[in-house]
Protein backbone atom coordinates (compact mmCIF):
# COMPACT_ATOMS: atom_id res chain seq x y z
CA UNK A 1 0.00 0.00 0.00
CA UNK A 2 2.07 3.13 -1.19
CA UNK A 3 -0.51 5.39 0.11
CA UNK A 4 0.72 9.29 -1.04
CA UNK A 5 4.15 9.77 -2.20
CA UNK A 6 6.00 13.21 -3.14
CA UNK A 7 9.25 13.71 -5.19
CA UNK A 8 11.34 15.06 -4.87
CA UNK A 9 12.05 15.15 -0.91
CA UNK A 10 14.63 17.69 -0.91
CA UNK A 11 15.17 20.33 -4.00
CA UNK A 12 17.74 23.50 -4.28
CA UNK A 13 17.07 25.51 -7.07
CA UNK A 14 17.56 29.13 -7.63
CA UNK A 15 15.30 32.61 -8.39
CA UNK A 16 13.89 32.59 -11.83
CA UNK A 17 13.87 28.79 -12.20
CA UNK A 18 10.87 26.63 -12.70
CA UNK A 19 10.51 23.45 -10.66
CA UNK A 20 7.91 20.95 -10.35
CA UNK A 21 7.22 19.00 -7.46
CA UNK A 22 5.21 15.71 -8.12
CA UNK A 23 2.42 14.17 -6.01
CA UNK A 24 1.12 10.94 -6.19
CA UNK A 25 -1.49 8.97 -4.40
CA UNK A 26 -2.72 5.18 -5.03
CA UNK A 27 -5.98 5.20 -3.35
CA UNK A 28 -8.30 6.95 -5.62
CA UNK A 29 -9.29 9.53 -4.09
CA UNK A 30 -11.30 12.24 -5.09
CA UNK A 31 -9.92 15.26 -3.54
CA UNK A 32 -6.11 16.48 -3.52
CA UNK A 33 -4.43 19.28 -1.86
CA UNK A 34 -1.26 21.60 -2.02
CA UNK A 35 -0.27 23.26 1.03
CA UNK A 36 3.09 24.91 2.04
CA UNK A 37 4.43 25.05 5.67
CA UNK A 38 6.44 27.92 6.80
CA UNK A 39 7.39 28.67 10.60
CA UNK A 40 5.08 30.99 11.81
CA UNK A 41 2.44 30.65 9.54
CA UNK A 42 1.16 26.96 9.58
CA UNK A 43 -0.16 24.49 6.96
CA UNK A 44 -1.48 27.01 4.36
CA UNK A 45 -3.60 26.03 1.58
CA UNK A 46 -2.34 26.53 -2.19
CA UNK A 47 -4.77 24.31 -4.33
CA UNK A 48 -7.05 21.35 -4.47
CA UNK A 49 -8.65 19.75 -6.73
CA UNK A 50 -11.91 17.87 -6.67
CA UNK A 51 -11.37 15.58 -9.11
CA UNK A 52 -9.31 15.29 -12.84
CA UNK A 53 -9.42 18.59 -14.79
CA UNK A 54 -11.00 20.51 -11.47
CA UNK A 55 -8.69 22.91 -9.45
CA UNK A 56 -9.32 25.75 -7.59
CA UNK A 57 -7.62 28.14 -5.58
CA UNK A 58 -6.46 28.29 -1.86
CA UNK A 59 -5.48 30.30 0.16
CA UNK A 60 -2.04 31.45 -1.20
CA UNK A 61 -2.23 30.61 -4.76
CA UNK A 62 0.11 33.19 -6.33
CA UNK A 63 3.16 32.41 -8.36
CA UNK A 64 2.12 28.48 -8.64
CA UNK A 65 0.38 26.49 -11.22
CA UNK A 66 -1.01 22.88 -10.81
CA UNK A 67 -2.71 20.67 -13.16
CA UNK A 68 -4.92 17.53 -12.69
CA UNK A 69 -4.81 15.39 -15.59
CA UNK A 70 -4.98 12.00 -14.19
CA UNK A 71 -6.81 11.05 -10.98
CA UNK A 72 -4.00 9.84 -8.86
CA UNK A 73 -0.99 12.66 -10.22
CA UNK A 74 -1.62 16.35 -8.45
CA UNK A 75 1.82 18.23 -9.59
CA UNK A 76 2.47 21.58 -8.46
CA UNK A 77 4.96 24.28 -10.50
CA UNK A 78 6.59 27.16 -9.41
CA UNK A 79 6.65 28.85 -13.03
CA UNK A 80 9.73 31.50 -11.99
CA UNK A 81 11.58 30.38 -8.21
CA UNK A 82 11.18 33.32 -5.54
CA UNK A 83 12.97 33.16 -2.41
CA UNK A 84 9.53 33.50 -0.45
CA UNK A 85 9.06 30.35 -1.72
CA UNK A 86 11.31 28.65 -0.26
CA UNK A 87 9.12 26.63 2.47
CA UNK A 88 7.77 22.94 2.87
CA UNK A 89 5.66 21.87 0.74
CA UNK A 90 3.08 18.88 1.70
CA UNK A 91 0.62 16.93 -0.83
CA UNK A 92 -2.88 15.90 0.79
CA UNK A 93 -5.72 13.61 -0.73
CA UNK A 94 -8.94 12.67 1.07
CA UNK A 95 -11.48 10.03 -0.43
CA UNK A 96 -14.30 13.08 -0.90
CA UNK A 97 -15.17 16.75 0.41
CA UNK A 98 -17.85 15.27 2.95
CA UNK A 99 -16.68 16.95 6.48
CA UNK A 100 -15.42 13.55 7.82
CA UNK A 101 -13.28 12.89 5.37
CA UNK A 102 -9.52 12.85 6.69
CA UNK A 103 -6.85 14.17 4.86
CA UNK A 104 -3.41 12.29 4.81
CA UNK A 105 -0.73 14.27 3.99
CA UNK A 106 2.54 12.81 1.90
CA UNK A 107 5.94 13.23 3.35
CA UNK A 108 6.46 16.66 1.83
CA UNK A 109 9.19 18.42 -0.15
CA UNK A 110 11.53 20.57 1.50
CA UNK A 111 12.16 23.43 -1.17
CA UNK A 112 15.08 25.80 -1.05
CA UNK A 113 15.32 28.39 -3.66
CA UNK A 114 18.57 30.84 -3.35
CA UNK B 1 -12.12 34.67 6.80
CA UNK B 2 -11.02 32.17 9.22
CA UNK B 3 -8.77 32.67 12.78
CA UNK B 4 -7.17 29.87 14.48
CA UNK B 5 -5.45 30.07 17.99
CA UNK B 6 -3.12 27.88 19.88
CA UNK B 7 -0.59 27.85 21.78
CA UNK B 8 3.18 28.31 20.48
CA UNK B 9 4.78 26.08 22.94
CA UNK B 10 3.90 23.99 25.64
CA UNK B 11 6.14 21.37 28.47
CA UNK B 12 4.69 18.46 30.32
CA UNK B 13 6.20 15.46 32.30
CA UNK B 14 6.03 11.88 30.99
CA UNK B 15 2.92 9.90 32.54
CA UNK B 16 1.31 13.36 33.24
CA UNK B 17 -1.70 14.83 31.26
CA UNK B 18 -1.87 18.04 29.10
CA UNK B 19 -4.55 19.74 27.49
CA UNK B 20 -3.87 21.70 24.39
CA UNK B 21 -6.65 24.66 23.38
CA UNK B 22 -7.77 25.60 20.30
CA UNK B 23 -9.86 28.82 19.32
CA UNK B 24 -11.11 29.54 16.29
CA UNK B 25 -13.24 32.27 14.51
CA UNK B 26 -14.42 31.06 11.47
CA UNK B 27 -17.25 31.85 8.71
CA UNK B 28 -18.94 28.85 8.38
CA UNK B 29 -17.77 25.35 10.50
CA UNK B 30 -17.73 21.72 8.90
CA UNK B 31 -16.34 20.41 11.71
CA UNK B 32 -12.68 20.16 13.44
CA UNK B 33 -9.55 18.40 13.48
CA UNK B 34 -6.64 17.79 15.44
CA UNK B 35 -3.35 16.42 13.48
CA UNK B 36 0.38 15.56 15.02
CA UNK B 37 3.18 16.09 13.20
CA UNK B 38 6.75 15.13 14.30
CA UNK B 39 9.82 16.89 13.12
CA UNK B 40 10.74 16.33 9.65
CA UNK B 41 7.65 14.17 8.96
CA UNK B 42 4.05 14.46 7.85
CA UNK B 43 0.86 15.49 9.82
CA UNK B 44 -0.75 12.38 10.93
CA UNK B 45 -5.05 12.50 11.40
CA UNK B 46 -5.13 11.85 15.51
CA UNK B 47 -9.53 13.01 16.14
CA UNK B 48 -12.47 14.56 14.51
CA UNK B 49 -15.07 16.80 16.31
CA UNK B 50 -17.94 18.44 14.48
CA UNK B 51 -20.80 18.47 17.06
CA UNK B 52 -20.38 19.73 20.36
CA UNK B 53 -18.59 17.45 23.38
CA UNK B 54 -15.82 14.71 24.03
CA UNK B 55 -14.48 12.42 21.43
CA UNK B 56 -12.03 9.80 23.27
CA UNK B 57 -9.67 7.97 21.58
CA UNK B 58 -7.69 5.57 23.65
CA UNK B 59 -4.99 8.28 25.28
CA UNK B 60 -5.89 10.50 23.27
CA UNK B 61 -9.34 13.02 23.58
CA UNK B 62 -10.72 15.85 21.57
CA UNK B 63 -13.72 18.36 22.69
CA UNK B 64 -15.89 20.56 21.12
CA UNK B 65 -17.69 24.02 21.62
CA UNK B 66 -19.37 25.52 19.09
CA UNK B 67 -21.32 28.35 20.43
CA UNK B 68 -17.64 29.22 22.49
CA UNK B 69 -15.60 28.52 18.87
CA UNK B 70 -13.34 26.55 21.23
CA UNK B 71 -11.79 23.04 21.17
CA UNK B 72 -9.16 21.35 23.02
CA UNK B 73 -6.77 17.99 22.77
CA UNK B 74 -6.02 16.02 26.18
CA UNK B 75 -3.40 13.43 26.04
CA UNK B 76 -3.03 11.23 29.38
CA UNK B 77 -0.26 9.18 30.17
CA UNK B 78 2.27 10.91 28.05
CA UNK B 79 5.12 8.88 26.25
CA UNK B 80 8.60 10.55 25.39
CA UNK B 81 6.98 9.82 21.73
CA UNK B 82 4.20 12.11 22.20
CA UNK B 83 6.77 15.07 21.39
CA UNK B 84 5.44 16.85 18.56
CA UNK B 85 3.57 19.76 16.89
CA UNK B 86 -0.41 19.42 17.64
CA UNK B 87 -1.89 21.16 14.91
CA UNK B 88 -5.97 22.13 14.99
CA UNK B 89 -7.64 22.64 11.59
CA UNK B 90 -11.07 23.57 10.96
CA UNK B 91 -12.68 22.72 7.76
CA UNK B 92 -15.41 25.00 5.81
CA UNK B 93 -18.79 24.61 5.41
CA UNK B 94 -19.43 22.77 1.78
CA UNK B 95 -20.28 25.04 -0.93
CA UNK B 96 -19.55 28.22 1.56
CA UNK B 97 -17.06 29.64 -1.03
CA UNK B 98 -13.41 29.60 -1.20
CA UNK B 99 -11.00 26.45 -0.59
CA UNK B 100 -12.40 23.26 0.23
CA UNK B 101 -9.17 22.40 2.39
CA UNK B 102 -8.47 22.65 5.99
CA UNK B 103 -7.49 25.96 7.94
CA UNK B 104 -4.90 25.27 10.14
CA UNK B 105 -3.19 27.02 13.36
CA UNK B 106 0.18 27.65 13.73
CA UNK B 107 0.53 24.43 16.00
CA UNK B 108 1.39 23.68 19.54
CA UNK B 109 5.10 22.34 20.21
CA UNK B 110 4.72 20.12 22.79
CA UNK B 111 7.96 18.56 24.83
CA UNK B 112 7.68 16.11 26.98
CA UNK B 113 10.12 15.84 29.72
CA UNK B 114 11.45 12.63 31.81
Known amino acids: DAGITQSPRYKITETGRQVTLMCHQTWSHSYMFWYRQDLGHGLRLIYYSAAADITDKGEVPDGYVVSRSKTENFPLTLESATRSQTSVYFC?????????????FGAGTRLSVL | GQNIDQPTEMTATEGAIVQINCTYQTSGFNGLFWYQQHAGEAPTFLSY????GLEEKGRFSSFLSRSKGYSYLLLKELQMKDSASYLC?????FGGGGADGLTFGKGTHLIIQP
Open chain 2, 49 to 52: NVLD
Open chain 1, 92 to 104: ASSKLAAAKNIQY
Open chain 2, 89 to 93: AVKRA
